[in-house]
């Protein structure tokens, strides 16, 4: 599967976004999906994750009550809406694949590239 971010920009603190990422290759209803970042001088984070059929979702502890993540997989897409976004949330995201059945963070291994979030105070 191959797996394409996008949505990313520079927003003021206390804004939103929406992230795309858009799968194709194969059926994304075969896979748990996830959003992770990387902000400058630090390492990769788990953000966001939904299992294959929808009825389950995870959050980093950073980002619950704000972020939420979502699936079509008539379309093919999962997304990211990030509220209530804070000047810590900067990092490059990127959207991941997962053929476990459920949500393990060590088990993405189909990686978008990344898409720039700048929340700026």
């Known amino acids: 599967v191959q797996l394409q971010a996008s949505g990313g920009g520079l927003v003021q603190a206390g804004g939103s976004l929406r992230l795309t990422c858009a799968a194709s290759?194969?059926?994304?209803?075969?896979?748990?999906m996830g959003w992770f970042r990387q902000g400058p001088g630090k390492e990769r984070e788990f953000v966001a994750g939904i299992r294959w059929s929808g009825d389950s979702t995870d959050y980093g502890d950073s980002v619950k009550g704000r972020f939420t993540i979502s699936r079509d997989n008539a379309k093919n897409t999962v997304y990211l809406q990030m509220n209530s976004l804070k000047p810590e949330d900067t990092a490059v995201y990127y959207c991941a694949a997962s053929r476990a059945m459920y949500i393990v963070t060590s088990q993405y291994t189909y990686w978008g590239q990344g898409t720039q979030v700048t929340v700026s105070s």
């Open positions: 290759g194969d059926t994304l209803n075969r896979y748990t």
